[in-house]
């Protein structure tokens, strides 16, 4: 089989988990055995952690395939895919680890598997380094399902850094295939809102202090908006541990979702908190794209399995993106093009992310 193998190099580009995720997922669509090399190269611990492994050992489940390397610790690993099979599956990082991150790697999976699954993961849900699982429902959810499958999303406990201890219930049933998206129109700015969380030990006055001040300064570039950010206090039973953070949203007339979020730490004065996501916001409008920066990444994987032509109006591309682009051709034969986008105001920094799908079909429908 070894002279099949497909070589992954793990350490170029973002050289992040990100190149595991696409990879492995790909792999395990695909049928295609790969070596990943070089894990996390340039990153201050090397190789796999604990997100990164249950990350691996959910999509080895996933498709009864073979890992070998799968430590913590390891920088390099061979797995080889088998048939992708619905069910519940479990995945546990044991730690604040994304549980985001691991329904990124298995979402694109089960969705071209023979029956309806159910992913449990567990670890922390609202994490630094990886989208919050608000972001994941309020605007990764109803943007990916374009891509014309729908799944379920139910948080059962929240769990934050550094123990995690959270759970989210994913369910969702296979597609035949995917079909392309165009995400070209911005539209304007219709309304905004979002919310600012408090839980474990902490006093509802942080949310609020960070509702109004993310308000005053989105105030400040958009006066004639009403701004609807709720500041909540999660309830004891479900929530693990002691966390807050905010996540705003804007939507726009064309059905456009655009966020900006943060999270508190020790030390972290609740009002910049609250400014820091407003900032990530105004930002995120300001470019003129149709995606933000987080969510631009996340929709590679997808467009290069769909069948037929996507397009993403987005602002400056990340390397997180252009990363995922890469590992995405050298694995399927999708084919991207990044063009600046001419007809904006020239001042501004906006691109089309255009990609030819290849068309995946589920073999088991």
Known sequence: MDGDRVEIDGGIMEGGGQILRVSTALSCLLGLPIRVCRIRAGRSQPGLRPQHLSG?????????????????????????????????????????????????????????????????????????????????????????????????????????????????????????????????????????????????????????????????????????????????????????????????????????????????????NSDKVGIEAAEILLRNLKHGGTVDDSLQDQLIIFMALAKGVSRVKSGPITLHTQTAIHFAEQLTKAKFTVTKSEEEDPNKDTYIIECQGMGMINPNL
């Open 56 to 268: 691996l050992e959910v999509i080895r489940d996933l498709c009864e395939g073979k890992l070998e390397g799968g430590e913590i610790g390891s920088t390099e690993i061979t797995f080889t895919p088998g048939k992708i099979k619905g069910g519940t599956h479990i995945a546990d990082t044991k730690t604040a680890g994304s549980v985001c991150l691991l329904m990124q790697v298995a979402m694109p999976c089960v969705l071209f598997a023979a029956s309806p699954s159910e992913l449990r993961l567990k670890g922390g849900t609202n994490a630094e380094m990886a989208p919050q699982i608000d972001y994941t429902v309020m605007v990764f959810k109803p943007i990916v399902e374009k891509f014309n499958f729908t799944f379920n999303c139910d948080i059962k406990k929240r769990g934050y850094y550094p123990q995690g201890g959270g759970e989210v219930v994913v369910q969702m049933s296979p597609v035949k295939e995917l079909s392309p998206i165009n995400l070209t129109e911005r539209g304007t700015v219709t309304k905004i809102y979002g919310r600012a969380f408090v839980a474990g030990a902490l006093p509802i006055k942080l949310a609020k202090d960070m509702s109004a001040a993310a308000v005053r300064c989105i105030r400040k570039e958009i006066r004639d908006l009403y701004i609807n950010i709720q500041a909540v206090r999660e309830p004891d039973d479900q929530a693990f541990g002691t966390g807050s953070g905010i996540i705003i949203v804007a939507e726009t007339s064309t059905g456009c979702l655009l966020a900006g979020s943060s999270l508190g730490k020790r030390g972290k």
